[in-house]
């Protein structure tokens, strides 16, 4: 039996779960609680605080001018996305500090989230925070409105990239209108067979058999 963490508030004010997200959380809870774990439900170990959302924005922008000046020429910059190419230009304006306390605020984020998940073997969270989102829905609110729209939706993923836990994310149901919806369950750094394990253990429990085509049972 394994010990896990639950949580579906996002952690962003303002930004609530759809309910959806939250009906397969408890539906993958109560599966796992069936296997014989323990699940418990805990506060999100740290919020998106207007430092950490800036330091994300900051280090994703200086990430990707990096790996476009060497392999794109500045005479086919026109060609990229308009976010793709917002970020190249914000990544172009930092300078080494802003980079490092970036990563200093990341790093303050990332133990947060490691603290707090050390007493529990794995974490249950929804994957999105809603719906698959529709084409042109990120570029909404224009393109400086992108990186909001995109942490709204992913707003359970990023902690996981930054603390380098292995994740996974599950399928759940459809609601009404046909739309999936699905879990993430992330497990201890370097815990990648315990965390397949347990998702195969899902899978067998037929969480997700409802929506599987039946040629994935033969």
């Excluded at 459809?174 to 739309?179: A, V, Y």
């Amino acid at each position: 039996p394994l010990q896990v963490a639950t949580w579906t508030a996002t952690g962003l004010d303002g930004v609530d779960p759809h309910a959806h997200s939250i009906h397969a959380v408890e539906r993958a809870a109560a599966a796992l609680r069936d296997a014989g774990h323990e699940v418990s439900e805990i506060a999100v170990p740290a919020p998106y605080s207007e430092p950490v959302r800036n330091a994300l924005e900051t280090w994703f922008a200086a990430m990707v001018h990096a790996s476009i000046a060497p392999v794109i020429p500045p005479e086919q910059h026109h060609l990229l996305l308009p976010y793709t190419r917002l970020l190249y230009e914000t990544g172009a304006t930092l300078s080494s500090t802003d980079t490092l306390m970036a990563q200093a605020v990341l790093a303050r984020f990332a133990d947060a989230f490691l603290a707090t998940l050390d007493d529990f073997d794995l974490t249950l969270t929804p994957t999105t925070s809603g719906p698959p989102a529709p084409i042109g829905h990120f570029l909404a609110d224009g393109v400086e409105g992108v990186a909001d729209a995109m942490l709204a939706w992913s707003c359970y993923t990023p902690w996981a990239n930054l603390t380098g836990q292995p994740a996974i994310s599950l399928p759940s149901h459809l609601d009404e209108s046909g739309l999936p919806y699905a879990v993430q369950l992330v497990g201890r750094p370097r815990g990648d067979g315990e965390l397949l394990a347990v998702a195969a253990q899902l899978e067998q429990a037929g969480l997700w058999s409802e929506i599987h085509p039946p040629c994935w049972d033969r």
